[in-house]
């Protein structure tokens, strides 16, 4: 099948949801039954993950929420009906397969994967296979998770797929020829900002291969919040914490005072939001009708980003380099190459 014929793009251009930026996740997802829907969302035991999972098996989703520490997430997600919790480490390529493994001799479908899992800003750290802590989490994980829950998303008949991204793309693009910067000197926030980037390319090119099985794909930026846990990363012997106090730290750096400049106290102050508001946009893309027959873009505040130029002082909004289809093309084919694995399209 040719997919490039047949398959159309969502332009990055607003909807007009009727939702804004103190949306919360309940009201996204706008009193709808998902009764009878299976929805997998890793990072599920925390922050706007945990968040998402307790709207999605309100609603009557079976809810899966896989953890590389079980029990932590069990703890997470006591006393909530339909959610059940499994092993998964991001980073461990055989943790990933076995997962997925599970899951496919069940031998049920996958409505939803919302890949939320993520660290940021660690500093230099690199998996099992030399990897870089942050493009190895953040997106070959998915990458390689997505693609061994292919044949269940497929068999949906109908699903989606949110990656998690960030407003922190703007800080710059996937390093193609040093993604795991062997070469090159290691900047946490530009490391973190290619990964996200990832999510962004990711989903681009994965709504574009995806949309003629059933599956339609969608990136999201949840906000700035900053009671989640996403500062908090461990890795090799022991956890670190990063940017303890967060409203105050995450000002410092350049791209968070970007969304401050030329702005209005009510504005500045509108800037964060709660784990109830940040999501919203997750749970709005993988629910909403408003979104039927469209992806392959990026949210949010619940509706599609407008895209922005390379040098917008914009503190919204998506940049070039996390739209462009040729990027997302190399993206894959670097992917399936670091990964070892290939979709089953």
Not at 318 to 334: I, K, M, Q
Request: glycine share 12%; aromatic share 8%; hydrophobic share 40%.
């Amino acid at each position: 099948m040719n997919h490039s014929d047949k398959s159309k793009v969502t332009p990055q251009t607003t909807i007009h949801s009727g939702f804004g930026s103190k949306t919360t996740a309940r009201e996204a997802l706008g009193g709808r039954s998902l009764k009878g829907k299976i929805a997998i969302v890793t990072g599920g035991y925390s922050g706007v993950g945990l968040e998402a999972v307790r709207v999605l098996a309100a609603a009557g989703a079976e809810v899966i929420v896989p953890a590389r520490s079980p029990e932590k997430a069990r703890q997470a997600v006591r006393g909530m009906a339909n959610v059940t919790t499994e092993t998964l480490d991001l980073m461990d390529p055989a943790s990933i397969d076995a997962f997925a493994g599970r899951f496919l001799a069940s031998g049920r479908p996958l409505h939803l994967l919302i890949n939320s899992a993520g660290i940021m800003a660690s500093p230099l750290m690199r998996d099992r296979r030399g990897y870089e802590a942050q493009f190895a989490t953040n997106h070959l994980g998915h990458f390689q998770l997505t693609a061994r829950l292919w044949p269940a998303l497929r068999q949906a008949g109908g699903a989606r797929v949110v990656a998690v991204s960030s407003r922190a793309h703007r800080l710059g693009g996937v390093l193609f020829d040093d993604p795991n910067f062997a070469r090159t000197e290691y900047d946490k926030w530009k490391a973190y900002a290619q990964s996200k980037t990832a999510n962004v390319l990711f989903a681009a090119e994965l709504d574009r291969l995806g949309q003629n099985s059933g599956v339609r794909a969608f990136s999201v930026h949840p906000g700035l919040i900053p009671s989640t846990g996403i500062g908090r990363f461990s890795g090799g012997k022991g956890a670190s914490r990063l940017l303890q106090g967060l409203g105050q730290s995450l000002l410092k750096q350049e791209w968070v005072l970007s969304l401050f400049i030329n702005r209005s106290k009510k504005e500045r102050g509108d800037a964060f939001k709660t784990i109830r508001q940040g999501a919203a946009t997750t749970v709005w893309c993988a629910t909403s009708p408003q979104l039927d027959g469209m992806g392959g873009v990026y949210c949010e505040d619940c509706d599609i980003a407008e895209a922005v130029p390379a040098d917008s002082d914009k503190g919204y909004g998506v940049r070039p380099w996390a739209t462009d289809a040729g990027y997302a093309r190399e993206l894959w084919r670097l992917s399936e190459e670091l990964t070892g694995v290939k979709f089953e399209m």
